[in-house]
């Protein structure tokens, strides 16, 4: 990988940059033809340098004005051919004398599928060519800040002593107590574990993800718990293994065309809940659902389950009239999907597409779970002929223009109950709504987790908590376990209950793969604006505001990423380079005039009270031109041709989180933000309205209706195995509605084709 040199950059010849806040190096466009070959720096400082320009991509039409980077260069572009900033951390290819900045979307490509080792490099294994691109990638997410981090958190488990097992099979940030209980016991009276959580079950436990792009996570922990006989597991350690007690045997073949295919065998033992046998439909009827037009439209989206998988795009059109046809992209419409094949009762194979390969955690495309086929299809089959695997015709059958089967997957996806089996340790026996509870019962028939345990806890209580009341509902026999425990107070009385109880309670805890932040639809207003999104992080105190809520037991990241993981620490070892955002309303005044916030409502000099950024009106959404406060004071007004944007920002805060409360005094009246030109106001409600507002979509079905708010206060977490974000920062109009993570577009991601 080849270093260019800040000084350089400051004495070649470059135009000015458009339509990009921040700290980007100027760029400027430069017509380009296809070589990707590595370039030397220039060595001369009165060699000239272009950079492509950063352009705005409202109203311009993906494959006609402009497509990804890494659409046309990615697949061939090698580590070594990077060149870095070694100011600010910005990575570049060359081609044709043009520099072009590597966005979001490439790097986090890149660093999954372009891990082959280049020859006589400073790479040894994939994991080094991993780790560089990992690097490349939390540097620009740190310029571009999708989200603020705000606290990273030591995490405290406390447990009724009464629970065995915590100490020898403890949780950390890969396993969670959903997964960990498998391993303990209870010798409670009733055999029973009750566990909390904050956040609201909402009975998508057969998908939790339905519909959306984030699952809830108590919901997901009841899906986890209850979905099982998986072919690839997640270890403890957080790694991959091949499930020994559900697959017989697997073969791999590398194929002439460079696609890959797993053929995999699972033994003829096991059993859903019901007792009735598994076989290779029970592990092909989810994917195939949610590759097909029924589950798009039950879903509201596509979920692309199979979209690595070879014959993805034909079958994902095929609506049970148009084979033959072809897509716009020229794929050939057919019921079969080529790339699944059932080869008998107990053998499946599943090819990948050339262009997903290689891939850094090629194991997981082997990685199926067991569902239950008539949850999924009711009446209908799926069968393979020779060609691929497909569903019965009566799957497609329409009553006007709606799937008829589409109602009874949103019916599936949304089942709490035992009408359909299930396929992990537990089952739920009932689910009430109205409390937020869900009662799981052992399914005896769970032939074991990939080390063979079977769970010993008899019953499972699943119920939703107030961080205010847990630790009387903890003391008083209301919950057995309160799990992720975090902020000073909580914490505090977590550790002096424990100490306290002469035994009767005990506790353990680990550093947290995730962070709370403030988070953004960074899409429209003014948050889809760098410039804003590092303003807002200038103007609050981070590191006193974690201090604050983690009351010493945690801390700030400023990106991405898990201190104890091990990309991190060969990150660090590398020199990464990144920006703490030290707290000065000086700086964030200073990117916003950069940024061209520099106007008021008028379209005059600013000069105190809410600033405006002026935007022509080529580059103006319909979302955009309606952008308003909450209370309508404030709206984005047309002034001449161009449009006149106000720095005010809509906040959506959870209710009953000490977060949200610590929000309202460190971002909501922030007198930096004021002092910088921001206006914030808010709305405080539950954690599922909050996220229709963030989808923008009737998910849950609470949708305004109007885009609105575009700050949201949450955590995340980077708890996979798999850190893997390809596709969740795509620029791409097919992907960007099912997959965009921040609902971010990094402008260098476009390639311009004119």
Not at 105 to 124: C, H, I, K, Q
Not at 218 to 244: C, F, H, I, M, P
Not at 447 to 475: C, L, R, W
Not at 567 to 572: L, P
Request: glycine residues 10%; hydrophobic residues 35%.
């Amino acid at each position: 990988m080849k270093k260019l040199l800040a000084m350089l950059l400051a004495l070649t010849m470059v135009l000015s940059m458009a339509a990009c806040g921040g700290n980007d190096v100027p760029e400027t466009t430069a017509s380009v033809a296809a070589s990707t070959e590595a370039v030397e720096a220039p060595t001369d400082p009165a060699d000239e340098v272009l950079y492509a320009e950063l352009k705005s991509l409202a109203n311009k039409e993906y494959g006609t004005d402009y497509v990804s980077l890494y659409s046309e260069f990615g697949k061939q572009t090698t580590v070594d051919q990077v060149i870095e900033d070694e100011e600010n951390g910005n990575a570049y290819i060359e081609i044709d004398g043009v520099l072009y900045t590597l966005g979001l979307d490439f790097l986090s490509r890149a660093m999954v599928y372009n891990t082959s080792v280049p020859e006589g490099g400073e790479w040894e294994t994939e994991d080094d060519v991993y780790a560089t691109w990992w690097r490349l990638y939390i540097q620009r997410w740190n310029n571009l800040l999708p989200e603020v981090p705000l606290y990273s958190n030591e995490y405290y488990d406390l447990y009724n002593a009464q629970i065995k097992g915590v100490e020898e099979f403890p949780t950390n940030p890969y396993w969670s107590p959903s997964d960990a209980l498998i391993d303990w016991t209870s010798e409670k009276e009733d055999g029973s574990i009750i566990i909390g959580n904050s956040t609201d079950l909402s009975g998508k436990f057969r998908y939790a993800i339905f519909g959306g792009t984030t699952p809830g996570a108590a919901d997901l922990d009841v899906q986890d718990l209850t979905r099982g006989l998986e072919t690839v597991s997640t270890t403890k350690e957080g790694g991959y293994v091949w499930n020994s007690t559900v697959v017989k045997e697997h073969t791999e073949v590398d194929n002439e065309d460079g696609s890959r295919t797993y053929t995999i065998t699972i033994y003829d033992d096991l059993k859903m809940s019901d007792g009735s046998p598994v076989t290779v439909k029970n592990y092909l009827v989810h994917p195939m659902v949610f590759s097909s037009v029924v589950g798009a439209q039950a879903a509201g989206k596509d979920h692309m389950a199979c979209l690595r998988y070879v014959g993805f795009e034909g079958f994902s059109a095929y609506d049970g009239t148009n084979a033959g046809q072809t897509t716009e992209s020229g794929a050939t419409i057919t019921k079969e999907l080529t790339g699944l094949r059932m080869i008998d009762d107990y053998t499946f194979s599943v090819t990948v597409a050339a262009e997903h390969l290689p891939y850094f955690y090629a194991m997981t495309y082997g990685g199926f779970y067991a569902d239950d086929v008539a949850l999924w299809i009711g009446d209908c089959d799926i069968k393979d002929d020779g060609n691929g695997v497909y569903f019965t015709d009566e799957f497609y059958a329409k009553n006007g223009d709606s799937y008829v089967m589409a109602e009874h997957v949103t019916d599936a996806a949304w089942n709490a109950d035992t009408t359909y089996p299930y396929s992990g340790p537990y089952v739920v026996e009932s689910y009430d709504e109205a409390d937020k509870s869900a009662v799981l019962k052992i399914n005896p028939e769970f032939k074991g987790n990939y080390e063979g345990t079977k769970p010993s806890i008899e019953t499972v209580v699943y119920k939703k908590i107030v961080t205010e009341t847990q630790m009387a509902d903890f003391t008083s026999g209301g919950l057995d376990v309160i799990s992720g425990i975090t902020g000073g107070d909580e914490t505090n009385e977590a550790i002096a209950t424990a100490d306290a109880s002469n035994g009767a309670y005990v506790y353990t805890h680990y550093s947290r793969a995730g962070y709370g932040k403030l988070g953004f639809r960074a899409d429209f207003g003014p948050v889809q604006f760098t410039e804003v999104r590092q303003a807002i992080a200038y103007c609050m105190d981070r590191a006193q505001f974690a201090k604050d809520f983690t009351g010493g037991y945690g801390g700030v990241v400023d990106g991405p990423y898990y201190t104890g993981s091990w990309m991190y620490k060969a990150a660090v070892e590398d020199g990464m380079i990144l920006n703490a955002y030290a707290t000065s309303v000086d700086s964030a005044i200073a990117v916003l005039e950069e940024g061209g916030w520099i106007y008021n409502a008028e379209g005059g000099e600013y000069t105190d009270g809410v600033r405006y950024k002026k935007i022509p009106a080529a580059e103006m959404s319909d979302n955009d031109k309606t952008y308003q406060s909450k209370d309508g004071a404030y709206k984005t007004v047309q002034v001449g041709e161009d449009y006149y944007m106000p720095l005010v920002l809509n906040w959506y805060g959870t209710t009953d989180n000490p977060f949200t409360d610590l929000l309202m005094t460190g971002f909501m009246n922030n007198e930096n933000l004021a002092t910088a030109g921001f206006v914030i106001q808010n709305t405080v409600g539950e954690f599922n309205p909050m996220l229709d507002e963030l989808y923008q979509a009737p998910i849950y079905g609470y949708y305004s209706g109007t885009p609105l708010y575009s700050c949201f206060n949450f955590a995340t977490g980077f708890t996979s195995a798999a850190y893997d974000y390809s596709y969740n920062l795509t620029i791409d109009p097919a992907e960007y509605d099912n997959y965009s993570l921040y609902y971010i577009k990094d402008l260098a991601d476009a390639y311009w084709l004119k």
